[in-house]
């Protein structure tokens, strides 16, 4: 069973920037997809970024340049460092995980992903 654990989220004014981290346990296999999800009151959970097991990223128009999806050598461990927020950046962040087919180029789509973590709250005022 994989379990994945968020932390890291907070409140910062705008400009400001956070580090997501989201701890990685459980048996996923060598070819897989994590990426970093977001869910705004009153709007249908988003994909930000995701990152696969040869490090392929991709990244949602409104955080590209903004936003940096990573993971840790051992690859236990997901981070999203976002940089320049904005109050739009305000949700709740999940990450997510599955374990991909070999000619699987990556998705955004929440429907595609298995694993889920319990989200962590990101608020930015202005």
């Known amino acids: 069973q994989v379990q994945l654990v968020e932390s890291g989220g907070g409140s910062v004014e705008a400009g400001g920037s956070l580090r997501l981290s989201c701890a990685i346990s459980g048996i996923i296999g060598s070819y897989y997809s994590m990426a970093w999800f977001r869910q705004a009151p009153g709007k249908e959970r988003e994909g930000v970024a995701s990152i696969n097991d040869i490090s392929d990223t991709k990244y949602a128009d409104p955080v590209k340049g903004r936003f940096t999806i990573s993971q840790d050598n051992t690859k236990t461990t997901l981070y999203l460092q976002m940089n320049s927020l904005k109050p739009e950046d305000r949700a709740i962040y999940y990450c997510?995980?599955?374990?991909?087919?070999?000619?699987?180029?990556?998705?955004?789509?929440?429907?595609?992903?298995?694993?889920w973590g319990q989200g962590t709250q990101v608020t930015v005022s202005s």
């Open positions: 997510a995980a599955r374990r991909r087919p070999l000619w699987w180029a990556g998705s955004l789509n929440p429907a595609d992903f298995a694993y």
